[in-house]
């Protein structure tokens, strides 16, 4: 089973709506982060939330945590085309080793 | 953009081939991974450098070696291709200490 696992798998929403996407995970960590990735390309950094943060915002992204049910969410406000991406969550399990775990990923559509 | 570059982007080989996929970095990280992706799927890390001389095997079990003689250039290898070895490959690379990895655009490997 995986670190990390997005909830939902695939999302489909109108421009202008917000996005909400979940992530769970099965161990102690020390920061999650969030990516992004456009389909056949690498994946680009959005925002890191570390453990002892609940809050995190950056742009039109919100971001919170909760260590105690080991999840995190991703929210994305007022969504535009160019959001139209997969994004993963990713942690990393041990102090010092900065060896990430992924998620399986949410993909977004967002209809014009 | 980060500054970390792939190629090929797109190579298509028969079974038993040798293939080397490069990866390079400009931005002088001392950390470098390499991750398999198989469509719509999570990453798995298959191998990791710390730095010049140092390389050490992922997540997942992987045919493939690297090498890291200098600090911007972290090649993998796969002796003999196979089908199995379809794939998405991205390298990534991070500072020291440094937790947000910066992915380079992907190799996808095709063998028939």
Redesign the interface.
Known sequence: S?Q?EEDPQALSIQEGENATMNCSYKTSI??L?W?RQNS??????LI?IRSNEREKHSGRLRVTLDTSKKSSSLLITASRAADTA?Y?C?T?RNFGN????????T?LTIIP | E?D?Y?TPRYLVIGTGKKITLECSQTMGHD?M?W?QQDP????H?IH?SYGVNSTEK??LSSESTVSRIRTEHFPLTLESARPSHTS?Y?C?S?EV??????????T?LTVL
Do not use: C, W
Not at chain 1, 40 to 45: D, M, Q
Not at chain 2, 40 to 43: T, W
Not at chain 2, 97 to 106: D, E, I, W
């Open positions: 995986q990390g020390n920061n982060q990516y056949g390309r690498g994946l680009v950094h890191l997969s993963f990713a990393d900065e060896k990430l775990t992924f998620g399986t990923g993909r | 980060a970390i792939q950390k991974y991750y719509g799927m999570e990453l890390l990791y992922g997540d998405q991205l990534a991070s200490g440094g937790h947000t990895q910066y992915f380079g655009p992907g996808r």
